[in-house]
């Protein structure tokens, strides 16, 4: 499997937070997730990454390449959507497209104008007339215009209504559907993006919590709702988040795989049910054990 | 044209059709003061024209686009050290044209324009890089009290060479005098220096560039 | 007494809406015997609490047991297990147990399964009922 991006050991510092040591691996022609809550530093790997803030310590390295030596080559190839894009505010949505253009080797106009066609969004006004959703998919339009292999988007959905945001979620899978090209997303889980993503990342406080592929985290991690005295001691002394209630217990384990068979017998006799855990689940439990 | 030099020129070239429609003519057709004087506002109009420019600047949008640092310092500098010499080269044009009307005060007028272009291109550059290390927020404030205080000083020149009798002339004042008696030597050295200065503010200015979020 | 603790869990991925899987479990337990007649169960506040659902998803199920005939609610006093005729209990599961019965049939002779195989089948589960599933 290529590796598309590259990133090790990467620490920056501001005032009130720091990102300490990241590394991670994304392999070309998947989607990568990057999930954690506020302030774990989602937005500020995602532009240390893109190469918009400068980094402390470590290495970055995009399709094999240095910032260093082949900045302009690397950013041809990278479609990037900020949080909160920034543009010439006084200027017309034309006017930017008509500016940027000349510096991406393969830009395509009529690819721009059509997807401001389905996203809505009138060439002529100025930006800052448009709202802050309206900006995102200027944003969008511009980064899928250059024929760009890699997507790096930072929380796309939000200020997007649910439409838009399915009509997103589609537009990923089809960017990646191919195989050659990746697309790289942090965001809240809950907004959706935890669907569409094979690689799971979660970020908590500027460190990796978790890296694993979503399939497998999601077999992992199971809900188990058990009655009192049903399973055996070894296994309920392993749950987490256990939480005991006068018809039911229920608590939550990562190895699953690992229990499933001391578990069969409570299954089977319909002393415990089990349940699927969410993401949001998985992170929130790795959060409080950190 | 690269785009962001194209944004950036017209603030310039603006800038510099009034300070020649609005004061450049009367070194056309004022007095010997008028060469004393005019060389003064050119740096205001410079850091105007800095200020202008980086007013609606967006480095963050820039930072998307495949542009490096270097290359957006690089069109500034540029930029800034164009527009410097074609005030200079207008300037020292009229003085040399109105040498033989014996109204401008020769080789020291020529050495006195120089040195306000050089002072303002440094200062220009100063500025440029600040904007890059401080932002906005701190840098365009910093230009507008120092245009005031430039504009304040030129004006307090004017009305005392008016009205004292006794005020002292910049451009025939010692240190200028000295200059100008070996006119080419002194003007090469300074131009020299200034861009040697000026190369030195640009390889900051490419550090700065890089490691500062300030600007973003 | 009961012999064996009231075990209800509601689940959000389960196609069946909440209230109908708490009348179901609930009916449940009536059949094994984990509630017996004139038992008193949970109050409607109490049960809702425990199983963070809303207090209109227990109150309908309660309501549907007693429609049915599974439960009585005397008002101030709560809601109590009736007394309810055991053929109609196993009359239930046998129903339930039928459409998975079919279901198993179907799918089995898609994939040559035989009547003889699950007869099989069922005999040696008989013998060894909550055994592991590993074998065949």
Not at chain 2, 14 to 39: D, K, N
Request: proline fraction near 4%; glycine fraction near 8%.
């Amino acid at each position: 499997m290529e590796t598309i991006l590259e990133a090790r050991a990467l620490t920056k510092d501001y005032e009130d937070f720091s990102l300490r040591g990241i590394s991670l691996e994304v392999r070309r022609g998947s989607i990568a997730g990057i999930f954690g809550p506020n302030g774990a530093g989602k937005s500020t790997l995602i532009k240390v990454l893109t190469h918009q803030v400068p980094h402390r310590t470590g290495t970055v390295r995009v399709f094999g390449q240095s910032y260093e030596e082949h900045e302009p080559g690397i950013k041809n190839r990278i479609g990037y959507v900020p949080q909160e894009p920034a543009f010439y505010m006084d200027r017309s949505v034309r006017w930017t497209a008509r500016f940027a253009a000349p510096y991406f080797a393969n830009w395509d106009g009529s690819c721009f104008y059509k997807l401001l066609d389905d996203f809505k969004v009138n060439p002529l006004r100025q930006v800052k007339h448009l709202s802050g959703g309206q900006r995102k998919l200027l944003s969008l339009a511009l980064a899928l215009s250059h024929g760009a292999d890699l997507l790096v988007l930072d929380e796309p959905t939000a200020g997007l209504d649910i439409v838009y945001r399915r009509a997103l979620l589609d537009r990923l899978r089809a960017f990646v559907a191919d195989g050659d090209r990746t697309v790289i997303v942090a965001s809240h889980i809950t907004d959706g993006l935890d669907e569409i993503a094979e690689d799971v990342w979660f970020l908590n406080d500027g460190r990796i919590v978790t890296h694993e592929d979503k399939d497998e985290l999601l077999s992992r991690w199971k809900w188990i709702h058990f009655r009192e005295g049903a399973l055996p001691r070894a296994v309920e002394d392993r749950l987490k988040n256990v939480r005991r209630q006068p018809f039911g217990s229920s608590g939550l384990t990562d190895e699953f795989c690992e229990l499933r068979d001391e578990l069969a017998t409570a299954l089977a006799a319909g002393d415990a049910r089990l349940e699927n855990a969410s993401l949001e689940d998985i992170l929130l439990t790795q959060i409080k054990e950190e | 044209m690269d785009p962001i030099l194209r944004r950036s020129l017209i603030w310039y070239l603006l800038h510099l059709m009034t300070y020649s429609g609005i004061l450049g003519r009367y070194l056309i057709v004022g007095s010997w003061q008028a060469f004393e004087i005019i060389p003064l506002f050119m740096p205001v109009w410079l850091i105007s024209s800095v200020v202008w420019s980086e007013r609606e600047e967006s480095y963050a949008f820039l930072r998307v686009l495949p542009i490096t640092d270097r290359s957006i310092v690089r069109t500034k500098f540029m930029l800034i050290l164009s527009i410097t010499v074609v005030y200079w080269l207008l300037m020292e044009g009229v003085t040399l044209a109105r040498q033989g009307s014996g109204v401008a005060g020769g080789p020291s007028t020529l050495t006195f324009i120089t040195l306000a272009c050089v002072y303002a291109l440094l200062l220009g550059a100063c500025f440029q890089v600040g904007y890059w290390r401080f932002g906005a927020s701190v840098v365009t404030p910093a230009g507008v009290v120092y245009m005031g205080l430039n504009l304040a000083l030129a004006i307090i020149h004017t009305a005392s060479l008016r009205f004292e009798p006794d005020w002292p002339v910049l451009a025939q004042s010692a240190p200028i005098r000295w200059l100008s008696d070996s006119l080419w030597l002194s003007h090469l050295v300074l131009v020299a220096l200034a861009l040697l200065v000026f190369y030195g503010l640009m390889r900051i200015g490419f550090r700065i560039k890089t490691s500062s979020e300030a600007c973003l | 007494m009961q012999a064996k603790q009231l075990f209800i869990s509601l689940l959000p991925s389960n196609p069946d809406p909440m209230y109908k899987q708490a009348t179901d479990q609930i009916k449940d337990a009536i059949a094994t015997g984990d509630l017996g007649p004139g038992d008193r169960l949970p109050s409607v506040r109490e049960l809702s609490e425990a199983l963070k659902v809303s207090a209109i998803t227990i109150k309908r199920a309660y309501l549907d047991l007693e429609t049915e005939g599974y439960i009585l609610t005397r008002a101030g006093l709560g809601s109590f297990v009736a007394d309810v005729d055991r053929n109609i209990l196993r009359e239930r599961k046998l129903g339930e147990v039928r459409a998975e019965m079919r279901r198993i049939v179907r799918t089995g002779s898609k994939f040559g399964i035989t009547l003889d195989d699950i007869i099989r089948l069922t005999r040696q589960l008989e013998r060894e009922p909550y055994g592991d599933d590993s074998g065949s």
